[in-house]
């Protein structure tokens, strides 16, 4: 396995331990990231890579934490701050969290915040 898909995978653990039943799932799948009524899921999105010649030099992760329904996006608010706020006390190196809309497919737009990661050290 890549060093890159070693990290993701400490990353989708980390996360899944982390946040336990705040969230119905952390995934790599943009189509398992359906958030059931009451929690939030954790979509991790590829790396983006910098490069250095012919080596990587930088690994920044990109998550999308989102939460609600179509029919309870009111509520959203009240799932996803208690995600960020576990994350920022667990340590996770996150550098920032930007409100989103998230377009779900066949489902529209749900309430998110997408949050950039700082190099990891997990």
Known sequence: ???????????????????????????????????????????????????????????????????????TQTASMDLLMPVLERLHEQGLNMRKAEPVTYQLAGAGQLAAYQITLNPLEI
């Open 1 to 71: 396995m890549t060093e890159i898909i070693e990290e993701r995978d400490r990353l989708v653990e980390r996360l899944t331990e982390v946040l336990g039943s705040l969230v119905s799932t952390v995934t790599i799948d943009a189509a398992e990231a359906r958030p059931l009524p009451g929690t939030a899921v954790v979509l991790v999105e590829p790396p983006t890579i910098e490069y250095e010649g012919w080596q990587f030099v930088n690994i920044t992760w990109t998550l999308d934490v989102i939460a609600g329904t179509m029919a």
